[in-house]
C-alpha cells in the first residue's frame, strides 16, 4: 500500500462554553490517534470501532482543533495545537520537555521524518495553555497506534495489537492480551498482567514488570532500573545502559541479558536452553533449579567466581571458568567486566 500525506477529513467544531467530553468513532482495520498534551487512559471494549472522547480544557483549550481522517493509510485523530509552546501543570507534572513533530500534528511514526517542528511543554512560564484528556475505547482484536506527548498514559483490560510511542510520561499497562509494542523517552513504565508478545524501548525512567506471560520479550532500557517477577516467556531479552536488574520468578529456555552498569540478578524456575549474560560493571547472580544441565563458560575482568554447583571442569584459572553441569543439554555463557558472577541453586 502507498502512504500518502494526511488528508484532512473533519474538523470537529469545539464551543468555549462546553467542556463536556466530545465522542469521536473511528472505522477501519488500524487506527491512529496523536496527542501531545493531555492524560490517555485506553480501555478494551465492545463493537468494531474505536471510540475516542475527547476533553478539551485550559484556559485556551477553544484554540485546538480535532481532525479525522485517513493519515499514511490508517483512520486517525489528531488534536492539532496551534503553537510550539504549550503550559501544562496538570496532575502533578512539574518539568519541561522538548519534541518534534510533523508539521501535521502527527509524530512517533518511523519513516516520516520531514517538515518537523520543535514542541516545548513546560509547567512554568507562558505557552498555550491547553490540553486534550482522551479515553479510547478499543474492541477485540484491533490494531491501535497511540502517539502520546506529555501526560499520564494508562491502558487496562485491552486486547489487540498496539503499537505506543510516549514523548515523556509515565506508562502503566495492565491486563493486556494480544501485543505491544511500548516506545517510551522518558518516564517510568509498569507492566502488570500482560499476555502475549511485548515489546518494551524506554530511554529514561524504571521498567517494572508483573505477569507477563505467552510471547516474546524483548527490553531496551537506557536508565533506569529493571525489575520484574512471574515471567513466562519463549525468550527474554534485555539490554540496560545503566541501573540494576532484578528479575525473580522467570521461566523461559532463552534469556539474553546485557547490561551497562548495576547489578543482575536473575531467578530461573525452570532449566534453560540457552543463557548469555554480558555485564560492564557490576555482579552477577544467575539462580537456576538444582536438576540444571548444561555447558558454562564465564570470565570476569575482576571480582570471583561461586558456584553452588557441582562443575566438570574444563578450564579453571582465577577469573575464568569453563566447564560442565550434569549432562550439559544447555549453554549458560557469562561474562563481567567488574564484580562477582554466582551460579546459585535456587
Known sequence: MRFTRAALLLAVPFSLAAQQPERITLDGREVAIYNLVGKLRVEGGSGDRVIVEVTRAGRDAGQLKLLTGDVRGRMALRVQYPDDRIYYSEMGWMGRSTFTISDDGTFGDSGYDRDRRHIEVSSRGGGLDAHADLKVTVPKGKRLYLRQGIGETTIDNVDGILDVDVAASHTRV????????LDVGSG????????????IDNGSGGTTLDGV?????????????LR???????ELVADVGSGGVRLSGVKTPKLHLETGSG????????????????AGS?????RMPASTNAM?????GSGGIDTDFEVKLSRIERRALRGTIGSGKGRIKIESGSGTVRLMKS
Not at 506471560?213 to 532500573?225: A, C, E
Open 174 to 181: 495492565t491486563r493486556m492480551r494480544g501485543s505491544l509494542s
Open 188 to 199: 517510568g513504565v509498569d507492566i502488570t498482567d500482560m499476555t502475549g508478545d511485548l515489546k
Open 213 to 225: 506471560r505467552g510471547g516474546r520479550l524483548n527490553m531496551d532500557v537506557g536508565s533506569g532500573s
Open 228 to 234: 520484574g517477577r512471574s515471567i513466562e516467556v519463549t
Open 263 to 278: 547489578g543482575s540478578e536473575i531467578e530461573l524456575l525452570a532449566e534453560p536452553d540457552d543463557v548469555s549474560i554480558e
Open 282 to 286: 557490576g555482579g552477577v547472580t544467575l
Open 296 to 300: 558454562v563458560d564465564i570470565e570476569t
